[in-house]
């Protein structure tokens, strides 16, 4: 089983409506959490940082669920410019903040 | 905006010849990365390094890879003898460990190898 486990997708999203996802995390004792943005041929690149409270930016709001080891991303009122593959990432146990990262979930704003 | 620079930017090699990709973390973090990705793999981690310590490079293949950060500015991947299924793009990451604001990502080096 992989540590970091996310749906493939695509998500084929209409411009404008609402789109949510989940990333499950193998290890209980994982650390922190965070969603990255790719676009194609590109580096990652942060989006937001995960708290247990769940938190809001802009548009995203991500969640975390200790209890179940999932984390999810919601991306609001989509725009084209969404379109991209979202990284789940989950630092191990170890002392030094390793990362995991899953394999991406696709999105694709459709106009 | 702090960014980490990575050299160079594209690099074609024939199989067999040596490669030496190069990172520039952002001053002041203390933790590198180096990822590899492909479209089959996703980003696999290679190897990282706190303090410029080399804490995991379990996901290196030992014979031919080779990862240092000589000092705090520059952190060095060599593979030698390249082949072709080393082709690939190499990111390189860094920031603080423990932190929550995760880390930076440079722009990465697209490995063919012919």
């Known amino acids: 089983r992989k540590e970091v486990e996310q749906d493939p997708g695509p998500f084929n999203v209409p411009e404008g409506a609402t789109v949510a996802f989940n990333c499950t995390y193998s290890n209980s004792a994982s650390q922190s959490f965070f969603w990255y943005r790719q676009d194609c041929r590109k580096e990652p690149k942060l989006l937001m940082s995960v708290y247990s409270s769940g938190n809001e930016d802009g548009r995203f709001t991500a969640q975390l669920n200790r209890a179940s080891q999932y984390i999810s991303l919601l991306i609001r009122d989509s725009k084209l410019s969404d379109s991209a593959t979202y990284l789940c990432?989950?630092?191990?146990?170890?002392?030094?903040?390793?990362?995991?990262f899953g394999a991406g979930t696709q999105v694709v704003v459709t106009p | 905006d702090a960014r980490v620079t990575q050299t160079p930017r594209h690099k074609v090699t024939e199989m067999g010849q040596e490669v030496t990709m190069r990172c520039q973390p952002i001053?002041?973090?203390?933790?590198v990365f180096w990822y590899r990705q492909t479209m089959m793999q996703g980003l696999e981690l290679l190897a990282y390094f706190r303090n410029r310590a080399p804490l995991d490079d379990s996901g290196m293949p030992k014979d031919r890879f080779s990862a240092e950060m000589p000092d705090a500015t520059l952190a060095t991947l060599k593979i030698q003898p390249s082949e072709p299924r080393d082709s690939a793009v190499y990111f390189c990451a860094s920031g603080l460990s423990r932190s929550n604001y995760g880390y930076t990502f440079g722009s990465g080096t697209r490995l063919t190898v012919v």
């Open positions: 001053l002041g973090h203390n933790t």
């Open positions: 990432v989950v630092t191990g146990t170890d002392s030094w903040g390793k990362l995991q």
